[in-house]
């Protein structure tokens, strides 16, 4: 059976937004407060076909224009009494006390709290038990606040369209839930009003799951510089006095951009072949993992992106260095020690190859980089079947690791195997960066391997060896 509240905001299904922007004949909702955020609703609610009262402390203050033509400026109590059943509370929570004297105004209908929490961490109650305390005879939801007030105005097409909604009323939670979906936004309901705590924060969180990956790029990068700056620029001025700092700003820079592009790119396949082996040797997928390995394996979509990022500043920086004032002083110079000495042609047909092998190898590592990147946004990925993102994410991510890894190699060539290519017993850095994906890509040829690729199959569709007891239902789904 559908509750009071549902069936009232159903009652206007049939008019389009189009006809209904010029004349609203919906149910009547209230906004009270007149700021940013209610100015944004109202305009939404309008275009959605609701009437709208907001209710201000001083209505003769707010000047014509400011809303929608259709909407009516009334005081608080006038605009929660002209309310058929929802009335939105745009207000901080420091001002909630401004709405003493509207219980009985309020008394039976469903306060929607919008507000955000103030600082994040915060023990206690949240703003919504709070305000559900000061109105008990009200039906208190907490909802819309993950949206901000121009992506209300600017519409569910331009912005988040998540909105997490939670209510210790279950009718209550059903009319709001239907209200988001006709403003065009997607509902997500997290439950009890327990959760409004949860949902006040949610705003204030910058990038929740993107500071392991970026902590890790980061000291990646100072590692691999602070390695370069030692190998290739200290070391020579303290010990012969060669000036080398030029090469701080650029060329250090671009040395580094493809190490950290390449161990990043190999830390994104490096937890699914770990737990692979994990569920090899424990023969069942019912374990968890580590937690550790569980948050790495959430990780690998953000490390994907920053090494694409990486992976694109270095073929940005390399365009970039032939144009520098350096390179042309160095060509010269080169030119007239040949001329001196009279080489008439410098060609070096495997030298030739060496760089025409490594530049088209990461041209199109870069490449199918560039499709992850892209199949990973929500937009795209949503529109593949589950095998295909696999063969994406997988078939063409091993792919890309493997041409990072012949870019490597075939920029390195056979340098490595000189004893002048370890100045002060330091490899050169593209060795060290080389490590963690060939760890990678054998790990992935050996579990391909018959044998262990059969055993592999069969644990993940469920089967287990016979002395594995235990289950604890774990986290294998998504390796
Ligand atoms: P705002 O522009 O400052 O408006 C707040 C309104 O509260 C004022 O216009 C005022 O309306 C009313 N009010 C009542 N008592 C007040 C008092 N003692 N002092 C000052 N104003 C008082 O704030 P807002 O941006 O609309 O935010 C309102 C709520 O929405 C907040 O809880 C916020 O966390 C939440 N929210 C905002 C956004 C956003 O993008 N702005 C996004 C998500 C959630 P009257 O003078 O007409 O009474």
């Not at 509370?89 to 469903?110: F, S, W």
Request: aromatic share 10%; proline share 5%.
């Amino acid at each position: 059976m559908q509750s009071d509240s549902s069936a009232l905001l159903d009652g206007s299904d049939s008019i389009s937004s189009e006809t209904t922007a010029q004349c609203p004949g919906g149910p009547v909702i209230a906004i009270l407060g007149s700021g940013d955020f209610a100015r944004s609703l109202a305009v939404r609610l309008v275009a959605s076909g609701f009437r709208v009262a907001v209710g201000s402390r001083n209505p003769s203050r707010i000047c014509g224009g400011l809303f929608p033509d259709w909407v009516e400026v009334l005081s608080q109590r006038e605009a929660v009494d002209r309310a058929e059943q929802v009335v939105f509370v745009a207000l901080y929570p420091e001002h909630y006390h401004t709405m003493a004297g509207l219980e009985d105004g309020v008394a039976g209908k469903v306060l929607v709290d919008v507000s955000n929490a103030a600082v994040q961490n915060i023990r206690g109650r949240s703003n919504a038990e709070r305000l559900a305390e000061l109105f008990p005879r009200s039906k208190v939801v907490k909802g819309f606040n993950v949206i901000s007030a121009w992506a209300l105005q600017a519409g569910a097409h331009d912005g988040n369209r998540q909105v997490l909604i939670c209510s210790d009323c279950s009718d209550s939670k059903a009319a709001v839930v239907q209200l988001a979906r006709r403003l065009g936004f997607m509902p997500v309901d997290l439950g009890g009003l327990r959760a409004a705590g949860e949902i006040e924060e949610a705003p204030l969180r910058l990038f929740p799951s993107w500071d392991g990956p970026v902590l890790v790029t980061f000291l990646l990068f100072f590692f691999f510089y602070g390695y370069n700056f030692v190998r290739g620029i200290l070391l020579p001025y303290l010990d012969h006095g060669k000036n080398n700092f030029y090469q701080l700003p650029l060329v250090a820079v671009n040395d580094t951009l493809p190490a950290v592009a390449l161990v990043t790119l190999s830390l994104v396949y490096l937890p699914g072949v770990m737990a692979a082996v994990l569920q090899l040797g424990r023969g069942t997928k019912y374990r968890r993992f580590p937690c550790w390995l569980d948050r790495w394996l959430c990780s690998r979509k953000q490390l994907g992106l920053l090494s694409f990022l990486c992976a694109g500043l270095h073929a940005v920086y390399s365009v970039c260095l032939s144009l520098r004032q350096a390179a042309s002083y160095r060509l010269l110079n080169a030119a007239y020690r040949q001329v001196k000495a009279g080489v008439e042609n410098s060609w070096v047909e495997e030298q030739v190859w060496r760089s025409d092998l490594y530049l088209s190898s990461g041209i199109l590592g870069l490449g199918v980089l560039a499709l992850l990147a892209i199949t990973s946004l929500p937009s795209v990925g949503d529109a593949l079947s589950w095998r295909e993102f696999t063969f994406v994410q997988s078939s063409l991510g091993y792919a890309a690791l493997t041409l990072s890894v012949m870019h490597t190699l075939f920029f390195g060539w056979d340098f490595a195997f000189f004893p002048g290519a370890y100045p002060y017993y330091l490899p050169p850095l593209y060795l060290l960066a080389l490590i963690l994906p060939c760890t990678a890509l054998v790990g992935r040829v050996l579990l391909a391997l018959p044998c262990l690729a059969s055993s592999l199959a069969k644990i993940r569709r469920g089967w287990e060896r016979r002395h594995v007891s235990t289950r604890d239902h774990g986290s294998s789904e998504h390796v």
